[in-house]
C-alpha cells in the first residue's frame, strides 16, 4: 500500500515532467507505464492523475488518460478568471499588507539574478502569488496560483526576448509601486492592464508557433 509520502512524491515528479514539456501536451499516459518510469505502484499513480487533473495538467481519454493540450480558449478564460481574481487581491493588499511584507515583495523584485527565461519566470509568477497572499484571503490567493499553474507551460513564450523581460519586470515594479503608496484603483488598473497585454502576446506567440510546437509533439487545440 501506498504512504501519503510517496503519492505526494510522484505527484511532485509527475508534474514537474509536464510543467518542463518532458512529457508533452496531448502525450499518451498510461498507469503501467508511469509505474515503470517513476518506480511507482498502481495507487500513488491514480492519485497523482487524479489531482493533476484538477489542475487542468492531465485529463482522461477514454480509460486512460493524457497530458492536457495546450488549449488556446482556455488561455484567454484563464486571463479573465485572473484578471477578476487579481484586480481583487491587489485591492485588499492595498489595504492589508504591511510595510515589512510589502518590502520582501520589493526585495523579490530586485534581487540580482541571471536574465533568462526560466529565472524570470519564477520570480513573475512569485510576484503574483506573494501580492495574492498579501490580500488576507486564502481562498482568492489559492485561486491565482492555480490559475498560474495551468499557465505555467506556455508563459515562457511571453519573455523570450531581453525587450519583453525588461517589460514585464517594469510593470511589476509598477503595480507594486502603487500598493505600496496605497492606491488601490491604480493597482488594480495595472494589474488587469498587465494581465491582458501578457495574454495578448502569449495568445499571438502560440498562434504563430503553432506548427512548430506541433512539429514538436506539442498539442495545441483552439
Do not use: C
Amino acid at each position: 500500500m501506498s504512504t501519503p509520502t510517496q503519492t505526494t512524491q510522484l505527484y511532485d515528479r509527475l508534474r514537474a515532467a509536464i510543467l518542463t514539456l518532458d512529457l508533452a501536451p496531448g502525450q499518451s499516459l498510461t498507469e503501467r507505464g508511469l509505474e515503470q518510469r517513476f518506480a511507482a505502484s498502481r495507487t500513488p499513480v491514480r492519485a497523482a492523475l487524479t489531482r493533476l487533473e484538477s489542475e487542468g495538467l492531465a485529463k482522461r481519454d477514454g480509460r486512460g488518460w493524457i497530458v492536457a493540450p495546450i488549449d488556446l480558449e482556455e488561455i484567454g478564460l484563464i486571463a479573465e478568471y485572473r484578471e477578476a481574481l487579481e484586480t481583487a487581491t491587489v485591492r485588499l493588499a492595498t489595504e492589508r499588507a504591511t510595510e515589512a511584507q510589502l518590502a520582501a515583495v520589493r526585495a523579490l523584485l530586485d534581487e540580482p539574478r541571471p536574465d533568462d527565461e526560466r529565472t524570470v519566470l519564477r520570480v513573475g509568477g512569485d510576484f503574483h502569488e506573494e501580492l495574492a497572499a498579501l490580500s488576507g484571503n486564502r481562498l482568492l490567493a489559492e485561486g491565482v496560483h492555480g490559475a498560474m499553474v495551468r499557465l505555467a507551460r506556455t508563459r515562457w513564450l511571453e519573455v523570450r526576448t531581453p525587450e519583453a523581460r525588461d517589460q514585464a519586470s517594469r510593470e511589476h515594479h509598477a503595480i507594486l509601486d502603487a500598493v505600496v503608496v496605497g492606491d488601490a484603483t491604480r493597482a488594480a488598473e495595472l494589474v488587469a492592464d498587465h494581465i491582458r497585454g501578457t495574454n495578448g502576446r502569449l495568445i499571438a506567440s502560440l498562434t504563430a508557433e503553432q506548427r512548430r510546437l506541433r512539429g514538436h509533439g506539442v498539442d495545441i487545440v483552439a
